[in-house]
């Protein structure tokens, strides 16, 4: 009996310990993944456009009533 409930005991971290270093690296791969840019068209934020430095001007015609 007490050779079984060592055994027992030892299955049993044996298992926590695997669970636990699944969940580690769970939440290791999550965050590593939360972090890196995504380029796919299949995420729901729309795909960055580049800024514009010089603004595109509009040329007014003269209003034909000034004085």
Do not use: C, K, Y
Not at 12 to 26: D, F, I, Q
Not at 38 to 67: G, K, Y
Request: positive net charge; without cysteine.
């Amino acid at each position: 009996m007490d050779t079984f409930m060592g055994d027992a005991i030892v299955l049993e971290a044996v298992l926590a310990s695997v669970l636990l270093a699944l969940w580690l690296t769970w939440l290791l791969m999550r965050g590593l993944f939360l972090l890196m840019p995504a380029t796919s068209a299949a995420t729901p934020n729309p795909p960055v456009r580049p800024i514009r430095l010089v603004a595109e001007r509009r040329q007014e015609h003269p209003r034909r009533d000034a004085a």
